[in-house]
Protein backbone atom coordinates (compact mmCIF):
# COMPACT_ATOMS: atom_id res chain seq x y z
CA UNK A 1 0.00 0.00 0.00
CA UNK A 2 1.15 3.53 -0.87
CA UNK A 3 1.02 5.65 2.82
CA UNK A 4 1.86 9.69 2.84
CA UNK A 5 5.13 10.42 4.88
CA UNK A 6 4.21 12.04 8.12
CA UNK A 7 7.39 14.37 9.19
CA UNK A 8 7.42 14.78 12.39
CA UNK A 9 6.01 11.30 13.50
CA UNK A 10 5.77 12.09 16.97
CA UNK A 11 3.16 14.67 17.97
CA UNK A 12 4.46 16.62 21.75
CA UNK A 13 2.59 18.72 23.74
CA UNK A 14 3.71 20.70 27.29
CA UNK A 15 1.89 19.65 30.13
CA UNK A 16 2.85 21.86 32.54
CA UNK A 17 6.40 23.32 33.00
CA UNK A 18 7.90 19.95 33.30
CA UNK A 19 5.79 17.92 31.43
CA UNK A 20 5.41 16.81 28.08
CA UNK A 21 3.32 14.11 26.29
CA UNK A 22 4.67 13.04 23.13
CA UNK A 23 2.43 10.69 20.59
CA UNK A 24 2.23 8.79 17.44
CA UNK A 25 -0.68 10.08 15.83
CA UNK A 26 -0.34 7.96 12.62
CA UNK A 27 -0.47 4.61 14.95
CA UNK A 28 -3.24 3.17 15.35
CA UNK A 29 -5.81 4.21 18.35
CA UNK A 30 -5.24 0.99 20.14
CA UNK A 31 -1.50 0.78 19.31
CA UNK A 32 -0.91 4.90 19.81
CA UNK A 33 0.33 4.74 23.56
CA UNK A 34 1.09 8.41 25.44
CA UNK A 35 5.16 8.95 26.22
CA UNK A 36 5.83 11.42 28.88
CA UNK A 37 8.95 13.31 29.57
CA UNK A 38 9.43 14.64 33.56
CA UNK A 39 11.81 16.73 33.59
CA UNK A 40 13.87 16.90 36.80
CA UNK A 41 17.46 19.13 38.50
CA UNK A 42 19.21 15.81 38.19
CA UNK A 43 17.96 13.62 35.93
CA UNK A 44 15.04 13.70 33.76
CA UNK A 45 12.31 10.53 32.59
CA UNK A 46 10.99 9.36 29.82
CA UNK A 47 8.01 7.02 30.79
CA UNK A 48 7.06 4.40 28.27
CA UNK A 49 8.68 4.84 24.52
CA UNK A 50 5.80 3.98 22.06
CA UNK A 51 6.30 1.50 19.05
CA UNK A 52 9.13 2.36 17.97
CA UNK A 53 8.87 3.16 14.00
CA UNK A 54 10.74 6.20 14.38
CA UNK A 55 13.48 7.51 16.13
CA UNK A 56 12.13 8.37 19.82
CA UNK A 57 15.63 9.90 21.37
CA UNK A 58 16.50 12.78 19.50
CA UNK A 59 12.94 14.09 19.83
CA UNK A 60 13.20 13.68 23.57
CA UNK A 61 16.46 15.53 23.56
CA UNK A 62 15.13 18.74 21.69
CA UNK A 63 12.66 19.26 24.18
CA UNK A 64 15.07 18.69 27.14
CA UNK A 65 16.57 22.60 28.55
CA UNK A 66 19.98 19.97 29.03
CA UNK A 67 20.38 17.07 26.92
CA UNK A 68 23.20 16.18 28.24
CA UNK A 69 21.73 15.58 31.86
CA UNK A 70 20.94 11.85 32.34
CA UNK A 71 18.06 10.30 31.31
CA UNK A 72 16.24 7.79 33.05
CA UNK A 73 13.40 5.56 30.92
CA UNK A 74 10.59 4.07 33.37
CA UNK A 75 8.64 1.59 31.33
CA UNK A 76 5.14 0.80 32.83
CA UNK A 77 4.73 -2.56 31.58
CA UNK A 78 6.18 -4.88 28.21
CA UNK A 79 3.03 -4.36 25.55
CA UNK A 80 4.24 -3.41 22.16
CA UNK A 81 3.21 -0.17 22.21
CA UNK A 82 4.92 0.70 25.15
CA UNK A 83 8.50 -0.69 24.44
CA UNK A 84 8.72 -0.05 21.22
CA UNK A 85 12.34 2.52 21.33
CA UNK A 86 13.36 1.29 24.51
CA UNK A 87 16.58 -0.09 22.98
CA UNK A 88 17.49 3.70 23.12
CA UNK A 89 18.03 4.65 26.68
CA UNK A 90 20.81 3.31 28.56
CA UNK A 91 18.92 3.31 32.32
CA UNK A 92 16.27 1.47 31.79
CA UNK A 93 13.67 0.38 35.17
CA UNK A 94 10.82 -2.00 34.67
CA UNK A 95 9.41 -4.54 37.38
CA UNK A 96 10.52 -8.09 37.72
CA UNK A 97 7.50 -9.34 36.29
CA UNK A 98 8.20 -7.38 32.94
CA UNK A 99 11.91 -7.40 32.77
CA UNK A 100 11.88 -10.84 30.65
CA UNK A 101 9.45 -9.24 27.56
CA UNK A 102 11.83 -6.02 27.78
CA UNK A 103 15.41 -8.31 27.24
CA UNK A 104 13.74 -10.48 24.36
CA UNK A 105 10.25 -9.46 23.14
CA UNK A 106 7.84 -11.63 21.64
CA UNK A 107 7.99 -10.64 17.86
CA UNK A 108 5.07 -8.26 16.49
CA UNK A 109 4.30 -6.94 13.00
CA UNK A 110 3.09 -3.83 11.92
CA UNK A 111 0.78 -5.93 9.26
CA UNK A 112 -2.34 -6.78 10.55
CA UNK A 113 -3.15 -9.64 9.02
CA UNK A 114 -1.38 -12.37 11.67
CA UNK A 115 -3.52 -10.74 14.27
CA UNK A 116 -6.39 -13.30 15.47
CA UNK A 117 -10.08 -12.55 15.18
CA UNK A 118 -10.30 -13.47 18.95
CA UNK A 119 -7.73 -10.13 19.29
CA UNK A 120 -9.81 -8.15 16.73
CA UNK A 121 -13.43 -9.16 18.47
CA UNK A 122 -11.49 -7.90 21.86
CA UNK A 123 -10.75 -4.98 20.16
CA UNK A 124 -14.19 -4.15 19.05
CA UNK A 125 -15.59 -5.31 22.16
CA UNK A 126 -14.32 -2.99 23.55
CA UNK A 127 -15.21 -0.15 21.65
CA UNK A 128 -12.24 0.09 19.34
CA UNK A 129 -12.44 1.27 15.51
CA UNK A 130 -11.64 -1.90 13.29
CA UNK A 131 -7.79 -2.74 12.59
CA UNK A 132 -6.17 -0.99 9.35
CA UNK A 133 -4.45 -3.32 7.08
CA UNK A 134 -1.30 -1.83 8.90
CA UNK A 135 -0.97 -0.39 12.56
CA UNK A 136 0.37 2.83 10.81
CA UNK A 137 -1.36 5.03 8.19
CA UNK A 138 1.54 7.21 7.29
CA UNK A 139 5.44 6.96 6.61
CA UNK A 140 8.02 8.25 9.23
CA UNK A 141 10.01 9.05 5.28
CA UNK A 142 9.60 7.98 2.60
CA UNK A 143 11.95 4.76 2.48
CA UNK A 144 10.54 3.21 5.55
CA UNK A 145 9.44 -0.13 4.67
CA UNK A 146 6.57 -1.45 7.37
CA UNK A 147 7.57 -5.21 6.53
CA UNK A 148 11.08 -4.37 8.28
CA UNK A 149 9.43 -3.51 11.78
CA UNK A 150 11.19 -5.25 14.50
CA UNK A 151 11.53 -4.65 18.57
CA UNK A 152 14.63 -5.09 19.43
CA UNK A 153 15.23 -6.29 22.93
CA UNK A 154 16.74 -3.43 25.95
CA UNK A 155 17.37 -5.49 29.57
CA UNK A 156 16.44 -3.85 32.65
CA UNK A 157 19.58 -1.99 34.33
CA UNK A 158 17.02 -2.26 37.61
CA UNK A 159 13.88 -3.39 38.51
CA UNK A 160 11.51 -1.52 40.30
CA UNK A 161 8.95 -2.95 42.60
CA UNK A 162 5.47 -1.34 44.45
CA UNK A 163 6.97 1.65 46.91
CA UNK A 164 10.26 2.28 45.29
CA UNK A 165 11.09 5.74 44.22
CA UNK A 166 12.20 7.52 41.26
CA UNK A 167 14.18 9.98 41.75
CA UNK A 168 14.71 13.26 39.44
CA UNK A 169 16.42 15.45 42.05
CA UNK A 170 13.55 17.79 42.54
CA UNK A 171 11.10 15.60 41.95
CA UNK A 172 9.97 12.19 43.36
CA UNK A 173 7.67 9.90 42.11
CA UNK A 174 6.64 6.52 44.08
CA UNK A 175 6.16 3.44 41.85
CA UNK A 176 2.85 1.85 42.01
CA UNK A 177 2.16 -1.78 41.09
CA UNK A 178 -0.80 -2.08 39.15
CA UNK A 179 -1.76 -5.21 37.95
CA UNK A 180 -4.66 -6.44 36.23
CA UNK A 181 -4.05 -5.21 32.48
CA UNK A 182 -0.48 -7.22 32.75
CA UNK A 183 1.20 -8.78 35.35
CA UNK A 184 4.09 -6.57 36.29
CA UNK A 185 2.42 -3.12 35.33
CA UNK A 186 3.17 -0.01 37.42
CA UNK A 187 3.00 3.80 37.41
CA UNK A 188 4.08 6.46 39.62
CA UNK A 189 2.73 8.56 41.79
CA UNK A 190 3.61 11.93 42.69
CA UNK A 191 1.80 12.98 45.99
CA UNK A 192 3.12 16.74 45.80
CA UNK A 193 0.95 17.52 42.81
CA UNK A 194 -1.80 14.77 43.23
CA UNK A 195 -0.34 13.38 39.81
CA UNK A 196 -0.89 9.78 38.15
CA UNK A 197 0.96 8.20 35.95
CA UNK A 198 -1.51 5.50 35.37
CA UNK A 199 -0.12 3.44 32.55
CA UNK A 200 -2.83 1.02 31.01
CA UNK A 201 -4.45 0.36 34.40
CA UNK A 202 -6.90 3.24 33.57
CA UNK A 203 -6.91 6.05 30.84
CA UNK A 204 -9.95 7.73 29.20
CA UNK A 205 -10.86 5.74 26.53
CA UNK A 206 -12.11 1.82 26.73
CA UNK A 207 -9.61 -0.20 28.83
CA UNK A 208 -8.44 -3.86 27.49
CA UNK A 209 -9.10 -6.49 30.82
CA UNK A 210 -9.93 -9.58 28.81
CA UNK A 211 -6.69 -10.79 26.84
CA UNK A 212 -3.52 -13.01 27.32
CA UNK A 213 -1.89 -12.27 30.72
CA UNK A 214 -4.97 -9.90 31.98
CA UNK A 215 -6.69 -10.40 35.29
CA UNK A 216 -9.71 -9.02 35.90
CA UNK A 217 -9.85 -9.53 39.79
CA UNK A 218 -6.26 -7.74 40.14
CA UNK A 219 -7.50 -5.14 37.92
CA UNK A 220 -10.44 -4.66 40.25
CA UNK A 221 -8.00 -4.21 43.07
CA UNK A 222 -5.54 -1.83 41.26
CA UNK A 223 -8.99 0.41 40.57
CA UNK A 224 -9.89 0.52 44.34
CA UNK A 225 -6.54 1.00 45.18
CA UNK A 226 -6.46 4.42 42.62
CA UNK A 227 -9.68 5.70 43.46
CA UNK A 228 -8.45 5.72 47.33
CA UNK A 229 -5.47 7.93 46.14
CA UNK A 230 -6.19 11.63 46.39
CA UNK A 231 -5.51 12.43 42.54
CA UNK A 232 -5.98 15.76 41.24
CA UNK A 233 -4.76 14.77 37.19
CA UNK A 234 -3.70 11.24 35.72
CA UNK A 235 -1.82 10.99 32.87
CA UNK A 236 -2.56 7.72 31.19
CA UNK A 237 -1.22 5.21 29.24
CA UNK A 238 -3.61 6.50 26.12
CA UNK A 239 -5.88 9.40 25.50
CA UNK A 240 -5.81 12.85 27.46
CA UNK A 241 -5.46 13.75 30.49
CA UNK A 242 -8.23 13.88 33.43
CA UNK A 243 -9.12 14.93 36.65
CA UNK A 244 -10.05 13.29 40.17
CA UNK A 245 -14.34 13.37 38.94
CA UNK A 246 -13.87 11.51 35.57
CA UNK A 247 -10.79 8.92 37.08
CA UNK A 248 -13.76 7.75 39.88
CA UNK A 249 -16.21 7.30 37.40
CA UNK A 250 -14.29 5.68 34.78
CA UNK A 251 -13.27 3.33 38.00
CA UNK A 252 -17.16 2.95 38.96
CA UNK A 253 -17.84 1.72 35.73
CA UNK A 254 -15.66 -1.04 35.24
CA UNK A 255 -15.89 -2.15 38.79
CA UNK A 256 -20.12 -2.14 38.08
CA UNK A 257 -19.07 -3.47 34.85
CA UNK A 258 -17.19 -6.61 36.36
CA UNK A 259 -19.73 -6.47 39.51
CA UNK A 260 -16.25 -6.19 41.12
Known amino acids: MTYPIA ?33 GSEADMVVDSGMGIAPLRPVVDTLRPDPGKPLILFTTHCHVDHIGAAHEFDTRLVHPLEAEELANPTPYSLDTAGISDGFRKLFLDAGYAPLWPHLIDALPHEDYDPAAYILKGAPATR ?38 FGADAIYDGPLIFDGPGMDVAAYAATLRRIKALPVQRVLGGHDPAFGRDRCHQIVDHYLTLWHA
Open 7 to 39: SPWYGTQQIDSRIWCLTEPHVHPIFSANIFLVL
Open 159 to 196: TVEDGAIVDLGDWQAEVLHLPGHSPGQVGLWHGDSGTL
